[in-house]
């Protein structure tokens, strides 16, 4: 599995980025993306890495509280990008933006993601996005 991250940039405070993540490898079967979960983390300079938001195969997304209601992730399972959108950016928004893959194990349901950077195997090289005031 390869993930590929897009979409970041420099924006003033207050403006908006749509992030993607494309995704090869996904070929069925242990491969098959009804068996993952994805997430977006950030990494601040000198901080460590944040997930702030997942999503599970059967759709339910979960958010960091810091992000809650300014970003979105979603799916588009026929094309397979993975998004975030993220509005009224701000200044503490600079961060290197990764998105991540794991497959889940026997033990958590379809609806299952995770945020911590510790579960997960597939990762991106990352996008920066800088945020001016």
């Known amino acids: 599995v390869q993930l590929a991250e897009s979409g970041g940039g420099s924006v003033q405070a207050g403006g908006s980025l749509r992030l993607s993540c494309t995704t090869s490898g996904f070929t069925g079967g242990e491969y098959s993306m009804s068996q993952y979960y994805m997430a977006w983390f950030r990494q601040a300079p000198g901080k460590g890495r944040e997930g702030v938001a997942c999503i599970a195969a059967g759709g339910t997304t979960n958010y960091a509280d810091s992000v809650e209601g300014r970003f979105t992730i979603s799916l588009d399972k026929a094309a397979n990008p993975l998004y975030l959108q993220i509005k009224n950016l701000q200044p503490e928004d600079t961060a290197l933006f990764y998105c991540?893959?794991?497959?889940?194990?026997?033990?958590?349901?379809?609806?299952?993601?995770?945020?911590?950077?510790?579960?997960?195997?597939?990762w991106g090289q990352g996008t920066q996005v800088t945020v001016s005031s």
């Open positions: 991540a893959a794991q497959r889940r194990s026997p033990y958590n349901s379809y609806w299952h993601c995770s945020r911590a950077s510790s579960n997960f195997r597939f």
